[in-house]
C-alpha cells in the first residue's frame, strides 16, 4: 500500500511570516480607507505644527507654551547634563590629540631656537675673546717694539713626559725658527724648542727645566726664574736674585732680563708678580714665589717674537701694529 505523498510548500523565515510585499499598481494600499486615514492623519500633524508656530510666535515668558518648555527643561535638563558629561571625555578625544601634537610641535620648535640660540651666544663669547687675545697681541707688540707671528695652540705635551710643552700652528714657513721668545695679550709664555714646516713645540715657562732671567720692575735686581712644573691656578715660578742678600717685596712685578740677540728671550716681557718671599738665615739667601701673568691652562691665541720683515706665510703683526 501506498501511502499518500505530503505536498511541500517552500520554507519561509521567520522574520518574513505576515509579511506581504507590495505590488505595483493603483491597489499599493490594502484599502481605499487605510489611504484616507493617512491622509487625514497628515493633515492633523500640519495643522498642529501651525498651532504650536502661531502660539509661540511670542518669545519669552509672553508665550502660551512658556510652562510646557519649562516643565520639559526641568525634566530633560539633568538629563541632558548627564548625557553630555558622560561623552564629553569621548568627542573631546579628537580636539586633545590635535592640541597634544600641536604642542609638541611647539616645544619641538622652541628647543631649537633654545638651542640655536645657546649656540650663537657660545659663539659669540669664544669670538669677543679671540678679538680680545688679538687686540691685546697687537698692543704687546707695539709696547716690545717687536714684530710678532701670531699661531694658536694646537695641542699639549703628553702629561707622560713631565715636561709642560705646547704645540702651536706656525713652523719654519711662517718664519718661526728655535729659541724665539713666545708670548700672549697677558705675558711671557715660554720659547720655542723646535719646529717643523708648520708647527712648532713651546716649552713654558712653568716647566721644571725651564730658566729664565727676570727683573724686578720696582728695584731693577735680576735674578733667575725656574718653573715649578704646575699648570693653572698650581702654576708657579721660584725666583731667586744675583743678589742673595737683597729679596723683591710682595706685589713686585717680574719682566723679562733680556738674552743677547734677543735669543731665547726679549726684555721686557711681563713674567708674573710676587706673591711670597722666603729668606733662609742659615744660607743667607731669599726666595721669592712668582704667580705667572698667563694663564697656562688656557693657552689659545700666541705671538713668537721674529725680526721685522720676516717672510712668512701668514700676515706678521709688525711694531706699529700694522699686519704686513
Not at 718661526?176 to 715657562?205: E, F, K, S, Y
Request: charged content about 15%; some cysteine.
Amino acid at each position: 500500500m501506498r501511502l499518500p505523498t505530503r505536498t511541500s510548500s517552500p520554507r519561509t523565515s521567520r522574520l518574513l511570516r505576515g509579511y506581504r510585499p507590495l505590488r505595483p499598481g493603483p491597489d499599493s494600499f490594502d484599502t481605499r480607507s487605510d489611504r484616507a486615514r493617512l491622509r487625514s492623519r497628515m493633515v492633523a500633524l500640519v495643522l498642529a505644527c501651525l498651532t504650536l508656530m502661531t502660539l509661540d510666535h511670542h518669545p519669552g515668558s509672553g508665550s502660551p507654551l512658556e510652562p510646557a518648555r519649562s516643565a520639559m527643561g526641568s525634566l530633560f535638563g539633568p538629563v541632558e547634563s548627564a548625557t553630555s558629561a558622560a561623552i564629553r571625555p569621548v568627542t573631546d578625544l579628537g580636539g586633545w590629540l590635535h592640541s597634544r601634537k600641536s604642542m609638541q610641535n611647539d616645544i619641538a620648535t622652541l628647543q631649537a631656537a633654545n638651542a640655536r640660540l645657546r649656540s650663537q651666544a657660545a659663539t659669540t663669547q669664544y669670538a669677543r675673546n679671540q678679538l680680545a687675545e688679538y687686540q691685546g697681541l697687537t698692543s704687546a707688540a707695539g709696547t716690545l717694539g717687536q714684530a710678532l707671528v701670531p699661531a694658536h695652540v694646537v695641542a699639549y705635551g703628553p702629561a707622560q713626559s713631565f715636561s709642560r710643552t705646547v704645540t702651536i700652528d706656525a713652523g719654519s714657513k711662517a718664519g718661526v725658527t728655535p729659541d724665539q721668545t713666545v708670548l700672549n695679550a697677558d705675558g711671557l709664555v715660554g720659547r720655542v724648542l723646535r719646529v717643523t714646516a708648520t708647527t712648532a713645540t713651546v716649552l713654558l715657562i712653568v716647566d721644571t727645566e725651564s730658566v729664565v732671567g727676570g727683573r724686578v720692575g720696582a728695584s731693577m735686581k735680576v735674578g733667575f726664574l725656574h718653573g715649578e712644573g704646575g699648570l693653572g691656578d698650581h702654576g708657579s715660578l721660584d725666583l731667586q736674585l744675583v743678589d742673595a742678600t737683597q729679596a723683591p717685596a710682595q706685589g713686585d712685578t717680574i719682566v723679562t732680563w733680556g738674552s743677547h740677540d734677543g735669543a731665547p728671550y726679549v726684555s721686557g716681557v711681563p713674567i708674573g708678580r710676587v706673591t711670597t718671599v722666603y729668606a733662609s738665615l742659615r744660607e743667607s739667601t731669599q726666595r721669592a714665589v712668582i704667580k705667572p701673568f698667563v694663564d697656562f691652562a688656557a693657552l689659545d691665541l700666541v705671538g713668537v717674537v721674529v725680526p721685522s720683515g720676516t717672510h712668512s706665510d701668514r700676515g706678521i703683526i709688525e711694531a706699529d701694529g700694522s699686519l704686513q
